[in-house]
């Protein structure tokens, strides 16, 4: 019973102190796009919130949940720093990717060049530039990565486009705008790989769509649960 109470009490602050500090936010389903002081653009990808400092020499922005793309106007003098749970990443202007997933932190650069470190760690920070890509870890920094994939990166779009990916990683990317849990009957349906282009909207619809263009199995139980097969 303690413990249960432990976990809750866990789970219900930290939802309480992302609200209590962010400066925008986004809600579950929703894309929101911020101008900042400086003229820099962030795109809130859904159930994503920043904390924002912006003055003097600092420009600071925390990723306090989710993900978010910047659009960062150069400034020689005022370095563009962005803070999330594992990682900093320090840019003079350019546009990339920050996603704080449960085991890392995905860098994603769509062009020019950022410098990444893990702040725990003493370490020379690692440069990305176009197309590159690197997940932070809690006791290490990833091999860079080219991104070969727009499933990850096409939401500021608009859309989720997916070129050979499994119908997991799909299905992955459209629970993001999902409160629930999608559960695979048959685990051999996660590696089926699928081409296409979804427009975002409301989940059910995406599923949906999923479903009649391949013919798949979808069991709806609640708003909460989707059986896939």
Do not use: C
Request: avoid cysteine.
């Amino acid at each position: 019973m303690v413990a249960a109470l432990v976990v809750l009490a866990v789970g219900v602050a930290r939802p309480l102190r992302v609200a209590l500090k962010a400066d925008y936010s986004s809600a579950l389903g929703e894309r929101k796009t911020v101008k900042l002081a400086d003229g820099s653009k962030v795109m809130l990808n859904t159930g994503s919130a920043i904390a924002v400092e912006i003055a003097g020499e600092q420009r600071m922005v925390e990723l306090l949940q989710g993900e978010a793309y910047f659009d960062v106007k150069p400034d020689p003098n005022r370095p563009f720093i962005v803070r999330a749970d594992r990682s900093t990443t320090r840019v003079l202007g350019t546009h990339f990717f920050v996603d704080r997933q449960t085991d890392g932190d995905r860098i994603s650069v769509l062009s020019g060049r950022v410098e990444v470190s893990e702040p725990r760690r003493w370490k020379e920070a690692l440069v990305l530039r176009d197309r590159e890509a690197v997940t932070v870890y809690d006791n290490a920094i990833g091999q860079p990565q080219t991104m070969n994939s727009a499933l990850s990166t096409s939401w500021i779009d608009g859309y989720l486009v997916y070129e050979n990916e499994t119908l997991e990683n799909v299905m992955r990317q459209i629970n993001r705008y999902h409160a629930g849990t999608v559960y695979f009957k048959d685990d051999d349906l996660r590696q089926i790989r699928i081409n296409g282009r979804l427009k975002i909207r409301r989940s059910r619809e995406m599923f949906d769509v999923l479903r009649h263009s391949m013919a798949l199995k979808m069991t709806y139980l609640t708003d909460w649960l989707v059986i896939v097969g």
